[in-house]
């Protein structure tokens, strides 16, 4: 009798912690939306439920920045670096954790070290480097720099050493060779991987300002992110309800991608430590 009152303390402290870190992530979002339909005299109230509702700083929003053009800049932007980011770091992955070479490990190590490089010390010579070619106000420019990864070799490399070694050989017996073996054999498989980088990518140029802002000066080309950033710098978003709007398109379709993909994701996560 003691144990089960003493597990049902034990969940129920758990369910607590749970309880209270889901409310921590919610209520920020929950208030973004929120702040997005209500009237401009009410935006910064912290009522849970609004007097109105109005859609006036999403029309406010619509008239002043050319959303459509940004939504579609945003998906050419992290769609491109997403799919570049599957193809390399997937290749990278499979050569670590199945072809044997001398300083693979070592090589390996080095990789996992560059994760610790804050993104803003690779700015400046990734910039020297758009402005040399030639590629700044081109997708070319904001798109192929941030094409590469170290998390997602990582998890491919962790992933693909869970694959049974015997169907590799049985596919070389066969006369698969490597590119076959990892297109046609190993991805499919591997679909938790695949669908965990692809959202851990996307969301980093979707959400991203910095790097747009450097190389990016044609507003034709802009994502989303970087034209909600000038249309409140500019004086334009007076409205705070229409910046709450903008962020609010920012962040539904990353939230509903995670929604769909989220029982690969969970099990991606879960086996990517299970061999070192």
Known sequence: ????????????????????????????????????????????????????????????????????????????????????????????????????????DVLFSIMLLTMMIPFQLLM??????????????????LILPVSMNALGVFIFRQFFRTVPQELIDAARIDGAGEWRILFQIMMPISKPAVVTVAILTFMGPW??????????????????AQMATLFGLEGQGGQWGSIMAVNTML???VIVLYLFFQRYFIESVGSSGMKG
């Not at 959400?207 to 989303?224: C, F, G, I, T, Y």
Request: proline fraction near 6%.
């Open 1 to 104: 009798m003691d144990r089960k009152i003493s597990n049902w303390i034990k969940r129920g402290c758990l369910y607590v912690v749970l309880v209270a870190g889901a409310v921590m992530f919610v209520v920020p979002f929950y208030w973004m939306v929120l702040a997005s339909l209500k009237t401009p005299e009410e935006a910064f109230r912290l009522d849970l439920i609004p007097s109105r509702i109005t859609l006036d700083s999403y029309r406010y929003m619509l008239e002043r920045i050319p959303v459509w053009k940004g939504l579609l800049n945003s998906f050419v932007f992290a769609g491109s670096v997403t799919l570049i980011t599957l193809i390399f770091t997937s290749m990278a992955g499979y050569a670590l954790a199945r072809l044997k070479f001398r300083g693979r």
């Open 124 to 141: 400046i010579p990734l910039y020297i480097i758009v402005v040399k070619l030639h590629w700044m106000n081109s997708f070319a420019g």
């Open 207 to 224: 959400n991203d300002l910095l790097w747009p802002l450097l190389v990016m000066r044609d507003q034709e080309l802009m994502p989303l």
């Open 251 to 253: 962040a539904f379709p």
